[in-house]
């Protein structure tokens, strides 16, 4: 009783500041609103913590309070970095960024609030004219030779929140020791008085259609089967934005690439912060692609693509042998791309053996047997596309990128953006599509020949959503408690090595000795081999209120038969796994 005595206390002395009046009427009115209700709980959650500005930027829940998303917090997060770049960048004649925004409700508003304050510092400030893919303004900013960039969008999340991604000058969300630095200056804004919001409207610049038309004749140069394309242009693909940016670029990049039979789903082509057709925005999530679904089935297509409202992360769906509509997880995503990559890479003989592709260490291993077997090197980074995005970045101009994933629905094909582009994805995925029809195949039968090639995997990934401040300390608990007390053996295969990247140590339980794992930084995820092939990683998820799970099995196929009989057995594999782990 003591210890939330004292919360609330320190929660109504943090929410009283903002009754102060370098904050605005409306902001006073419901701070007021909130202390005066005599159920404290809305009020602990707006104000018990500083909304963090971490290495990705911001992101939570819009309102009122030093733990949401609004005015002032995005206030401080771009007065905290518009000071770190005047410091780093001073001596420039002229420092500019580019600025972007999402379909979200308050996305434009904050953009604007983010352009006032930027220019207020005098930095110079590209301003997209309406919303646009994430990957775009990564685009732009190396286009445009800038310095930095933001993006408002909280990407797949619920329409209750939304969030701020900021950039380096490589196009790429900021690593060490750029992301410590902005972060320590976004830390020394203690209040509203300490932001500059009244800026110069001269110094914003507006950008659009010029830009868009540069994006998608780079993205064009990355077809490898255009003439696979002719043939097949009026394959009928169905393409949903779920409401958002994707609706601007995708359909003219599908059909910049050829394709000629792009079906849309009307209702979902309307730009919306409500997101009114689904429940999450996600498309990871089989709801998101149901009418798309339905269109498919009733106009007989053959490839569905779906974007989440900021385009960078791409969902799919195909056609089984039974003609029934499946949706293809992150993993299935990244390893057709992968294999279709390098197979038209060896195949128009670029393959030169100075080529590699980067996935995340929760990424299917199946990716890496077939680009190891094709003689392609495989880079493993940390989740998060900045991390991807820093392996190109200390290659370039040594090797030579082919693409990269991660399961969480991103990929990236190009090097001339540094995050994960749903752009590019969709179309060359529908490429890899056109391509396999012109063999007679669907791609649902080439993902069967890759696993009959390289081996069968299925990943399933399983997240603990454990919310507010209760729920952060259980995930902080849980991870502690899987430190301390390491499993031994999982779903009845033993344990052969742990990997804890949080102290960037290893353990072989087969050779009983520790060793360092090579990564630029520590991060803090789990991850245990088995003896049977099994793979198991365990992180918080950076985003959201989550603890995430990612199981993989492995089996040897050579026949169809042995296909299915792998299916049913991972199945009850992961069923295993949940139990070994303790989670439902």
């Given at each position: 009783?003591?210890?939330q005595?004292?919360?609330?206390?320190?929660?109504?002395k943090?929410?009283?500041?903002?009754?102060?009046?370098?904050?605005?009427?409306?902001?006073?009115?419901?701070?007021?609103?909130?202390?005066?209700?005599?159920?404290?709980?809305?009020?602990?959650?707006?104000?018990?913590?500083?909304?963090?500005?971490?290495?990705?930027?911001?992101?939570?829940?819009?309102?009122?309070?030093?733990?949401?998303?609004?005015?002032?917090?995005?206030?401080?997060?771009?007065?905290?970095?518009?000071?770190?770049?005047?410091?780093?960048?001073?001596?420039?004649?002229?420092?500019?960024?580019?600025?972007?925004?999402?379909?979200?409700?308050?996305?434009?508003?904050?953009?604007?609030?983010?352009?006032?304050?930027?220019?207020?510092?005098?930095?110079?400030?590209?301003l997209?004219?309406?919303?646009?893919?994430?990957?775009?303004?990564?685009?732009?900013?190396?286009?445009?030779?800038?310095?930095?960039?933001?993006v408002i969008?909280?990407?797949?999340?619920?329409?209750?929140?939304?969030?701020?991604?900021?950039?380096?000058?490589?196009?790429?969300?900021?690593?060490?020791?750029?992301?410590?630095?902005t972060?320590?200056?976004?830390?020394?804004?203690?209040?509203?008085?300490?932001?500059?919001?009244?800026?110069?409207?001269?110094?914003?610049?507006?950008?659009g259609?010029?830009?868009?038309?540069?994006?998608?004749?780079?993205?064009?140069t990355?077809s490898l089967?255009?003439?696979?394309?002719?043939?097949q242009?009026?394959?009928?693909?169905?393409?949903?934005?779920?409401?958002?940016?994707?609706?601007?670029?995708?359909?003219?990049?599908?059909?910049?690439?050829g394709?000629?039979?792009?079906?849309?789903?009307?209702?979902?082509?309307i730009?919306s912060?409500?997101?009114?057709?689904v429940?999450?925005?996600?498309?990871?999530?089989?709801?998101?692609?149901?009418?798309?679904?339905?269109?498919?089935?009733?106009?007989?297509a053959?490839?569905?693509?779906?974007?989440?409202?900021?385009?960078?992360?791409?969902?799919?769906?195909?056609?089984?042998?039974?003609?029934?509509?499946?949706?293809?997880?992150?993993?299935?995503?990244?390893?057709?791309?992968?294999y279709y990559?390098?197979?038209?890479?060896?195949?128009?003989?670029?393959?030169?053996?100075?080529?590699?592709?980067?996935?995340t260490?929760?990424?299917?291993?199946?990716?890496?047997?077939?680009?190891?077997?094709?003689?392609?090197?495989?880079?493993?980074?940390y989740?998060?596309?900045k991390?991807?995005?820093?392996?190109?970045?200390?290659?370039?101009?040594?090797?030579t990128?082919?693409?990269?994933g991660?399961?969480?629905?991103?990929?990236?094909?190009?090097?001339?953006?540094?995050d994960k582009?749903?752009?590019?994805?969709?179309?060359?995925?529908?490429?890899?599509?056109?391509?396999?029809?012109?063999?007679?195949?669907?791609?649902?039968?080439?993902?069967?020949?890759?696993?009959?090639?390289?081996?069968?995997?299925?990943?399933?990934?399983?997240?603990?959503?454990?919310?507010?401040k209760?729920?952060?300390?259980?995930?902080?608990?849980?991870?502690?408690?899987?430190?301390?007390?390491?499993?031994?053996?999982?779903?009845?295969?033993?344990?052969?090595?742990?990997?804890d990247y949080?102290?960037?140590?290893?353990?072989?339980?087969?050779?009983?000795?520790?060793?360092?794992?090579?990564?630029?930084?520590?991060?803090?995820?789990?991850?245990?081999?088995?003896?049977?092939?099994?793979?198991?990683?365990?992180?918080?998820?950076?985003?959201?209120?989550?603890?995430?799970?990612?199981?993989?099995?492995?089996?040897?196929?050579?026949?169809?038969?042995?296909?299915?009989?792998?299916?049913?057995?991972?199945?009850?594999?992961?069923?295993?796994?949940?139990a070994?782990?303790?989670?439902?």
């Amino acid at each position: 009783m003591e210890e939330q005595a004292a919360l609330l206390e320190t929660v109504r002395k943090k929410a009283r500041v903002w009754l102060g009046r370098e904050y605005d009427n409306d902001t006073r009115t419901r701070v007021q609103a909130l202390l005066d209700r005599e159920d404290p709980a809305e009020l602990i959650e707006a104000f018990y913590k500083d909304l963090e500005f971490g290495t990705g930027g911001l992101r939570g829940i819009m309102g009122t309070g030093t733990n949401r998303m609004n005015r002032y917090t995005v206030g401080a997060a771009t007065q905290g970095l518009a000071n770190y770049l005047r410091k780093e960048f001073a001596g420039l004649p002229k420092i500019s960024v580019v600025i972007g925004h999402d379909c979200r409700n308050n996305s434009r508003r904050f953009a604007e609030i983010s352009a006032s304050v930027f220019t207020a510092n005098g930095i110079r400030v590209y301003l997209f004219d309406e919303l646009r893919p994430t990957p775009e303004i990564s685009y732009a900013i190396r286009k445009l030779g800038c310095q930095s960039g933001i993006v408002i969008t909280a990407s797949h999340n619920p329409k209750e929140y939304n969030g701020y991604k900021a950039y380096w000058n490589d196009g790429a969300q900021m690593i060490a020791p750029h992301d410590r630095n902005t972060i320590a200056e976004v830390n020394r804004i203690r209040s509203a008085g300490d932001i500059r919001f009244k800026g110069r409207r001269e110094w914003i610049e507006a950008i659009g259609r010029e830009m868009d038309m540069q994006y998608v004749d780079d993205l064009k140069t990355l077809s490898l089967s255009p003439e696979e394309i002719r043939r097949q242009r009026n394959m009928k693909i169905v393409y949903t934005p779920i409401h958002g940016t994707g609706v601007r670029l995708i359909p003219t990049a599908l059909e910049a690439f050829g394709f000629t039979n792009i079906i849309r789903v009307p209702a979902q082509d309307i730009v919306s912060g409500d997101f009114p057709t689904v429940v999450s925005p996600n498309p990871e999530e089989p709801a998101a692609l149901a009418m798309a679904i339905e269109r498919a089935v009733e106009t007989k297509a053959e490839l569905v693509l779906a974007s989440d409202p900021d385009a960078d992360r791409v969902g799919a769906a195909v056609r089984n042998d039974s003609g029934e509509w499946i949706l293809l997880n992150g993993n299935q995503t990244a390893l057709l791309l992968v294999y279709y990559l390098i197979t038209r890479w060896r195949e128009t003989g670029r393959l030169k053996g100075r080529e590699y592709i980067v996935k995340t260490i929760v990424t299917t291993e199946t990716v890496r047997t077939v680009a190891e077997q094709n003689g392609v090197e495989v880079c493993d980074v940390y989740t998060g596309f900045k991390w991807i995005a820093d392996m190109i970045r200390k290659r370039e101009g040594k090797k030579t990128f082919i693409g990269g994933g991660e399961e969480s629905y991103g990929f990236l094909c190009e090097d001339f953006v540094r995050d994960k582009d749903a752009v590019s994805a969709c179309c060359i995925l529908a490429e890899a599509a056109a391509w396999a029809k012109d063999r007679k195949l669907s791609l649902y039968r080439l993902l069967q020949q890759i696993y009959l090639e390289y081996g069968y995997s299925k990943e399933v990934n399983i997240s603990v959503v454990k919310k507010g401040k209760s729920g952060a300390e259980e995930i902080e608990a849980m991870m502690k408690s899987y430190r301390e007390h390491p499993l031994t053996e999982i779903a009845g295969s033993k344990v052969t090595l742990l990997h804890d990247y949080a102290l960037l140590k290893g353990y072989s339980f087969t050779e009983d000795e520790t060793f360092a794992l090579n990564m630029p930084a520590t991060s803090n995820v789990l991850q245990y081999y088995t003896e049977d092939g099994t793979k198991v990683s365990i992180r918080p998820s950076g985003t959201e209120p989550k603890i995430k799970f990612y199981c993989e099995v492995h089996a040897e196929t050579k026949t169809e038969d042995d296909l299915r009989k792998a299916e049913q057995a991972a199945l009850l594999k992961v069923e295993a796994i949940k139990a070994s782990l303790g989670i439902n």
